[in-house]
């Protein structure tokens, strides 16, 4: 191609080569490459792996010591730190759903059974609460959901706390008042802080050793119709 004239006037005249260029031994360095620097005598060695592994630094005594005397964590609530309680507050809540007939016989005499406040006044307590503002309470619908919201935001004690919470009238307005047992002698202060919904309502302590009272709180509990009175519009449950 190179002795084609289309080629020749554009490449000129293009020389064969006379001999075959010899191919570099792989021993020989190449001309491109950084000759290799001579290691001189005095040069220090450097520490093979083993040595490395030998002088690996070890975790001292006292550090391990450190890690394994770390405080621990401190329950998020003051309730967790109280004794333990003679009423498990899940064995109640599984009595309470699991129980369909003859609720007053067997439920509400093993809720007294097992409580025994008189005998453990700091492990539980009981509290009756009334809505404040019973007469804004004019609609049904806006007056449940008031109440369900409530349930909801008290979602934070649930480990601590059963709840009934009865909607009262066949007419408006509609009173609200509920029945809960709370962890500890008073009502947790986590609640009163956490809770808005808690200042809507007028608190007083059950008195266990009124049987008036008492009687009071198996009817909410059971849902008894009529209550004081007066039918039950709603009635819900907070376990």
């Known amino acids: 191609m190179v002795n084609q004239p289309n080629f020749c006037k554009v490449l000129g005249e293009v020389k064969q080569a006379e001999s075959v260029i010899p191919i570099r031994s792989a021993k020989k360095p190449s001309p491109l490459k950084e000759p290799v620097k001579p290691k001189l005598k005095d040069e220090p060695k450097k520490e093979t792996k083993k040595e490395a592994k030998k002088e690996a630094a070890k975790p001292k005594v006292e550090?391990?010591?450190e890690e394994e005397e770390a405080p621990k964590?401190?329950?998020k609530y003051f309730l967790d730190l109280l004794p333990p309680s003679k009423m498990i507050l899940d064995e109640w809540k599984r009595l309470y759903s699991n129980t369909k007939t003859n609720f007053h016989e067997f439920a509400i005499k093993?809720?007294?059974?097992i409580r025994i406040?008189?005998?453990?006044?700091?492990g539980y307590s009981l509290w009756f609460c009334n809505y404040k503002y019973n007469d804004e309470n004019t609609?049904?619908?806006?007056?449940l959901n008031k109440v369900s919201g409530f349930l909801q935001r008290?979602?934070?004690?649930?480990k601590y706390a059963f709840g009934k919470m009865l909607v009262i009238g066949s007419e408006p307005p509609y009173k609200v008042k509920g029945l809960w047992l709370f962890r500890g002698k008073e009502i947790?202060?986590?609640?009163l802080d956490e809770c808005y919904d808690m200042e809507l309502y007028e608190w007083s302590k059950v008195d266990t050793s009124d049987e008036a009272q008492k009687e009071r709180v198996n009817a909410m509990i059971e849902d008894q119709e009529p209550f004081e009175g007066e039918p039950l519009l709603d009635a819900k449950c907070f376990k």
């Not at 609609?139 to 007056?143: A, G, K």
């Not at 008290?154 to 649930?158: C, Q």
């Open 110 to 113: 093993r809720f007294w059974d």
């Open 188 to 191: 947790p202060q986590f609640v």
């Open 117 to 122: 406040l008189s005998h453990d006044p700091e």
């Open 139 to 143: 609609v049904s619908f806006f007056t």
């Open 73 to 75: 964590p401190q329950p």
């Open 63 to 65: 550090d391990v010591e």
């Open 154 to 158: 008290m979602d934070l004690a649930r």
